[in-house]
């Protein structure tokens, strides 16, 4: 059996569907168990088979990683979802001794390689990355308003409520709270006795915070994953149309060298046909199997 049968043979293996379903169940299954070691009253004492159980988990990782890159080669490595495969399963191999035992903590970002092995979420978190240049332009907006109403705020309700206008970090707190509407009504009835108008300060900036430039950062990552699902809609329609168009392309030939094989048969037919009445008509000629004249006499 040659090397490329045996590639073909792996690939099979690692692009089934079965495959995947289970890289994604033994993820699934390390999460319960990391899930379960922190309960240590009532598990502690299987510490041990937890033990194996994650030396079990990583082998099943490194073993996945292994048939991929021999698999794929070097396209393994162009892919930055592998990478961070790589990363996640290289911090679990690492040996948890003094100086490293602080990496023990990353094995929970195990769980995070659902992300990389269900294509679904790939695609959100691809979605997500498309929109940042659109959230950073969004976000800084809301940056200025919080800021522009934090230096405000502060000058107006200093003295009325230190607790939450002391100073800039505190306002800036406070909005951030207020940004999420959560427990808003303490905050307004802390100032409101002694500012009556502080109602309007505090309206107008959860309406424009809260209310338009969070559903603005909304609008950009919904418009990011329409935009990705199109893509890949759209990449699957060109390649839809590109068969169709081989296909035409390959019964228009067909037709034309029929349409030219027909017309040499017309061609050739045309020209039998005239030759013998070409020579019937010859001046002072005789007809085929008829005397002359001077034979007659």
């Avoid at 996640?88 to 690492?94: I, K, N, Q």
């Avoid at 107006?156 to 427990?183: K, V």
């Avoid at 100032?191 to 107008?204: H, K, L, N, R």
């Amino acid at each position: 059996m040659g090397e490329g049968s045996l590639r073909e043979q792996v690939r099979a293996v690692v692009e089934a569907r079965w495959f995947q379903n289970t890289i994604v169940a033994v993820i699934v299954l390390n999460g319960v168990s990391l899930g379960l070691e922190t309960y240590e009253d009532q598990f502690g004492r299987y510490g041990h088979y937890f033990t194996l159980a994650d030396r079990a988990f990583v082998a099943v990782f490194v073993i996945e990683l292994l048939l991929k890159v021999f698999v794929y080669r070097a396209a393994f490595f162009r892919d930055p979802w592998n990478w961070f495969d790589l990363f996640v399963v290289g911090v679990a191999v690492v040996p948890a001794t003094d100086g490293f035992s602080v990496l023990r903590l990353l094995r929970i970002l195990r769980l995070l390689r659902l992300i990389s092995v269900i294509p679904q979420m790939r695609e959100i978190v691809s979605a997500l990355f498309r929109s940042v240049p659109g959230l950073g332009t969004v976000i800084g907006l809301l940056f200025v308003i919080m800021y522009t109403s934090a230096v405000l705020g502060e000058s107006l309700f200093e003295d009325i409520s230190p607790d939450y206008f002391g100073d800039l970090g505190t306002t800036l707190y406070t909005l951030f709270m207020l940004l999420t509407t959560e427990n808003w009504p303490d905050i307004s009835d802390s100032v409101i006795d002694e500012a009556p108008y502080a109602w309007v300060f505090f309206v107008g900036f959860i309406v424009v915070s809260a209310f338009i430039v969070l559903n603005l950062i909304i609008g950009v990552i919904v418009t990011s994953m329409e935009q990705e699902v199109s893509a890949e809609r759209w990449e699957e329609d060109q390649e839809l149309e590109l068969r169709q168009h081989e296909a035409v392309m390959i019964r228009l030939n067909a037709l034309t060298d029929e349409v030219a094989r027909l017309t040499e048969q017309v061609r050739l037919l045309a020209a039998g046909g005239q030759e013998p009445a070409a020579r019937g008509a010859e001046p002072g000629g005789a007809a085929p199997g008829r005397p002359g004249p001077a034979a007659e006499r």
